[in-house]
């Protein structure tokens, strides 16, 4: 069930990000804004179809789009632990350094602007 998510995930974010989707959400837009004409902004119907619809999509996409970032931001952190692994002079506690605390990580962020000469 993870590997389906992972992966539904992944393809709905692109393609919810994508050019395409831009260009199919702009006639739905403007249907909303034509039915708001026919129907009357002011009515309640309306705004209810209208709400409950807009409301339903965000929640969904929110919770595939943070999927999606949960796995860029994993691979994010696997790739930048390899390359301290790889590099000798390279402090091996700030592998996995994000699953500390916040006070860790402060420490962390000034320990490595003070070993750059940057502060």
């Not at 919810?16 to 309640?44: H, M, T």
């Not at 994010?76 to 091996?92: G, N, P, Q, S, T």
């Amino acid at each position: 069930m993870l590997e389906w998510f992972a992966g539904f995930s992944r393809k709905a974010s692109a393609a919810a990000g994508s050019w395409q989707a831009f260009v199919a959400a702009c006639p739905l837009v403007s249907a909303w804004l034509i039915g708001g004409f026919f129907a009357g902004f002011g009515s309640e119907l309306y705004q209810l179809l209208i709400n409950t619809i807009t409301t339903i999509v965000t929640f969904l996409i929110v919770f595939l789009i943070q999927g999606s970032q949960n796995r860029d931001t994993a691979a994010l952190h696997a790739k930048v632990d390899a390359l301290i692994c790889a590099v000798r002079e390279a402090d091996d506690e700030m592998i996995r350094i994000e699953d500390g605390s916040d006070d860790q990580l402060a420490r962390a962020r000034e320990m490595t602007r003070a070993a750059s000469g940057k502060s």
